[in-house]
């Protein structure tokens, strides 16, 4: 682990650091009715337009976008019926749940325990859910063990963890079992429902899910159950005093919107922390840098950093992950 003035020292670069060397993945493009294999080259960048114009000829008509790029074997979400809108139902969204394969997690939390978990991932029909926990959110989890942090009193002004971009909910249900604190995982509306299957599945105490758009993030609607009272809360008035970020940086645009979205919800509290974990992926390694310049001129610090790699067993590429904690400047 990189001492705090080690990291202070140096400029964050990734010129001679070892980088994951991804192979060509076929991405899957979920449509109405059926899944579309598409042959991409996982280390490239690849524009919406230019997916979707393979997604048009692999299928032979138009597709209208309706998601988001959910992973960094870009995978997006078409429907070609008008008007879908892609979330259905919450009764459509149980029956798909019923469609959810486990795969298992066993996630060391202590010199002699490990938490084993059961993630659920949809099967190729569940369409706008998480399609895979990433080599990210496995090495992070583990890492929490290694990363004390201190938590002030309980207060209604204050949620102890929240997990930004949870996708399928690892490093926050970890997170809760390492702390003993209560966690909010978050993710965008269509994801929620997994993340609930996920938390139901494994029943680890004090976890609740809702939504945090970074677009708009001053607020978080989150309730108690998948079906229980919504409520929402503002960041003008409740903060988080962790954050937590696997695997969220796989877009032009994420250096900025996932350093607003810190800005607006990370306490104040000199020991509050963001904890983030990203894969070093050649295609956005300037996008890491910028996201680490963007959190320092927002007045954070990086006071520990290390780097892990996933098991091939368990990934077959993308497993070399960068981690980092940081604090606001004293």
Sequence with gaps: MASHEAIQSKRHDYTNSPVCTPKAKRSLAITGKETVAVKTPNHQRQS???FKKAVQEAKGSPAHFLGKLRSPRVVWRFSTEAGDSGTGSTGSSRQRMKSLRARP???PISATESLSLSITEPGLV????PLETWASASILAAQLQHIPISFPPPSTSLISIVELGAGTGVVGLTA???YGKEVVLTDLPPIVPGLWANINL???PGVRAGVLD???PEVLRYSDTLEGEERSARCEGVKAHVLLAADTLYSEEHPALLTGTVEAW???HEDARFVMGTALRVAYLEELRELWARLEGLGLECVAEGKGEASEADFDDERLV???VWRWKR
């Design 105 to 107: 997690f066993s996630i």
């Design 176 to 178: 809760a079992k390492v």
């Design 202 to 204: 494994n029943e680890v």
């Design 322 to 324: 960068e981690w980092s």
């Design 126 to 129: 569940a369409d706008n859910l």
């Design 214 to 216: 970074w677009t708009k």
């Design 266 to 268: 990370l306490s104040r």
């Design 48 to 50: 919406p337009h230019a």
